[in-house]
């Protein structure tokens, strides 16, 4: 299947999930007009929320405080719901179809995701999820 001729321009759930500890934090964000700093700082928010709830890691936050690019990088994987089955926290492992996790950690690994994500006809209309690579 070919791309698609005209970029996706609608907004992706992003989910910052910390699987251990079995809790995730989701957003949109719109790939399309988001830039990568602002992307790292939605990542920041959303880690920051929970991050002083996770017990494996060897710093540890306080609330508000998340994790940063001077922590490490992130992981990201593209989810999409199988025939109709619903994405989120509550979804059933069997339901979603997952990529591989792939290393974001500079503007060409931004560029891969939104690309995949808007031009890709694999992953138009998938999810995002991603961990930090201190939360393992």
Not at 22 to 43: C, D, K, N, Q, R
Not at 56 to 64: D, P, T
Request: with cysteine; aromatic share 10%.
């Amino acid at each position: 299947m070919s791309p698609p001729a005209k970029p996706l321009s609608e907004s992706v759930q992003v989910t910052f999930i910390d699987v251990p500890a079995a809790i995730g934090v989701s957003e949109t964000f719109t790939p399309l007009t988001t830039s990568y700093p602002t992307f790292l700082s939605l990542l920041n928010a959303l880690s920051g929320s929970i991050a002083h709830k996770l017990d494996n890691l060897s710093h540890r936050y306080v609330q508000g405080q998340g994790f940063t690019l001077s922590d490490g990088g992130w992981w990201y994987r593209f989810v999409k719901p199988i025939d109709g089955a619903v994405c989120g926290a509550d979804a059933a492992e069997s339901t979603l179809e997952n990529g591989p996790w792939t290393l974001l950690d500079c503007l060409l690994g931004y560029e891969k995701l939104v690309s995949e994500v808007c031009l890709g006809a694999k992953w138009g209309g998938a999810n995002v999820e991603v961990q930090h690579v201190s939360s393992p």
